[in-house]
């Protein structure tokens, strides 16, 4: 397992997509499996850095494991924000126009759509929100 603790702002994203991609290219990651798990990342910690110290800035931890049987990398993110479960809202009815559809939620969307597994708990003051893929 390693682990990165960083600022929670838009500008650290970046770091945070390349630390995990090093942790992924260790281990023969596809480009496919890379790509969706960078875009889970952007999503992620972008939503952290804008909501949960606003107006503060705050530090998040993102751990990676790799594990094995079968190989998948799990991405964690650690925040000490606001108290907010991502995945409790309802996802939005993609069924309906743009101009329909309430804004927000296609990001989590997208997270939940391509990743096997994505799982969230509040614990000891603290946002726990893994992502799990297959590699």
């Avoid at 850095?49 to 993110?77: C, I, M, N, Q, W």
């Avoid at 996802?91 to 126009?97: A, I, K, N, Q, R």
């Avoid at 329909?100 to 990001?107: L, P, Q, S």
């Avoid at 989590?108 to 893929?133: F, H, P, Q, R, W």
Wanted: net charge negative.
């Amino acid at each position: 397992m390693k682990e990165l603790t960083i600022e929670a702002t838009p500008e650290n994203v970046d770091t945070v997509i390349e630390f995990v991609d090093a942790q992924l290219e260790e281990y023969g990651c596809g480009m496919k499996e890379q790509m969706a798990i960078d875009v889970a990342i952007d999503e992620l910690f972008a939503n952290i850095a804008h909501y949960a110290y606003k107006p503060d800035v705050g530090y998040a931890t993102v751990r990676v494991d790799v594990l094995k049987d079968p190989l998948s990398v799990e991405v964690t993110f650690i925040d000490n924000g606001r108290q907010y479960d991502p995945l409790a809202k309802e996802d939005p009815d993609t069924t309906l126009s743009l101009e329909d559809r309430e804004i927000g939620g296609m990001g989590i969307l997208i997270v939940k759509k391509s990743m096997d597994a994505v799982s969230y708990e509040y614990k000891d003051g603290k946002n726990i929100l893994t992502i799990k893929k297959n590699i």
